[in-house]
Structures are given as structure tokens and as C-alpha cells.
């Protein structure tokens, strides 16, 4: 039996075939860096939607002509909401958006023409294209209970809002957040006031 030559392999064989293992090693190592650094971006971008700027869909029409139904807005948590301000919250499995009209302890007044007065100063509303007494069943003057807020609809005439004591004041521990921004369409970007 003939004894078989086997060679050594070159010096460049050998680099050729270390080059080819690194880089190897190198593609798995950034593929696999890469792949973990997306998902902790995907986590941290989850938790700040939901936890400090959620972004929602407006459905309806209560808040026309500020938000149109289909607009996407997003919402800035915050313990703080001011007289004008709009906010979403929870009610009844949903989330509605309306505006702050009063906060806890004012009284609200709302005449059989649609104008709102608190505490006894009419509100200055330029957001409004029509004012409308709209669904009211409770007696006014009303004084919004502690730890609560009156919210109304732009769209006075079809909004159900604090005016009805199926939805009534706001608790404050049900506010989702301010909504501060309508990022959709996009022709329509801009700051909600």
C-alpha cells in the first residue's frame, strides 16, 4: 500500500481559513448584538407609548371640529389638567376625549343658548363652532365633586359628556393623559390647544 503525501498547508491557507472563521465569529456577534438591541428599543418604546405618551385613535364626532374621527393623537401623562385642557380616560371599557371645563370644587352653569359659565366668569370658548345646551340631565348650577373634573365635547350638540349623569364628573385616577399633538393625517400635524 502506497503511503499517501499529504501536505502541509501554507502560511497563506492557514490566514485565509483564520480570516474566513473571524469574520464568522464577528457576523454572528453583531447579528446577534444587533437582534438584542432591537428588542430593548421595541420594550423601551412599548413602555413609553403606554406609560408616559400613549397614542390613541379618535372614534366619533364629539370633539369636532378639534379632533375629526379617524385623527391619531398622542396624549402626555400628568397630574395636572387645566380649565381648556383635552383629555382621554377610561369610561365604560372605552376611552373618550373631551375638554376639562372645570375642575373639583367650581360650579358650572350652562344657559339654554350653550354658554357655560364657572363660577360665575362666562368661558371664553374660540375652540367651539356652535355652542347647544345638548343632553343635560343634571341640575345646574353644578358643583363639580372633590377629586373630579367637568369634561364637555367640542360638538356640543351630540356630546355625551359631565351635562349627563350617565357619564357625570371625571375621577382624576381614571385620566389616561393630556392630548397634546394630532400626528395623523399627516396634513393635518399639530399642537391640540
Known amino acids: 500500500m502506497a503511503k499517501e503525501n499529504k501536505k502541509a498547508p501554507t502560511l497563506e ?37 403606554v406609560m408616559v405618551l400613549p397614542v390613541l385613535q379618535i372614534n366619533g364626532t364629539s370633539m369636532t371640529e378639534t379632533l375629526q374621527d379617524g385623527d391619531i393623537v398622542v396624549s402626555v401623562n400628568g397630574s395636572s389638567y387645566d380649565t381648556g385642557d383635552v383629555i382621554a380616560f377610561y369610561f365604560n371599557n372605552s376611552i373618550l376625549v373631551k375638554r376639562v371645563i372645570a375642575r373639583e370644587g367650581q360650579w358650572v352653569d350652562i344657559d339654554e343658548s350653550g354658554n357655560v359659565t364657572v363660577d360665575g366668569k362666562r ?50 385616577d381614571v385620566i389616561i393623559g393630556k392630548i397634546i399633538l394630532r400626528i395623523w393625517p399627516l396634513n393635518t400635524i399639530s399642537r391640540i390647544s
Open 123 to 172: 368661558l371664553s370658548e374660540p375652540y367651539l363652532q356652535e355652542k347647544a345646551f345638548g343632553e343635560c340631565n343634571i341640575e345646574l348650577p353644578y358643583q363639580v365633586p372633590d377629586g373630579r373634573c367637568f369634561v364637555m365635547g367640542d360638538h356640543r350638540a351630540t356630546s355625551i359628556d359631565s351635562r349627563n349623569k350617565a357619564v357625570g364628573c371625571i375621577s382624576e
Open 13 to 49: 491557507q492557514l490566514e485565509s481559513e483564520l480570516k474566513k472563521e473571524t469574520y464568522k465569529n464577528n457576523y454572528s456577534r453583531v447579528l446577534r448584538s444587533t437582534f438584542f438591541s432591537l428588542i430593548v428599543v421595541a420594550a423601551i418604546a412599548v413602555i413609553i407609548a
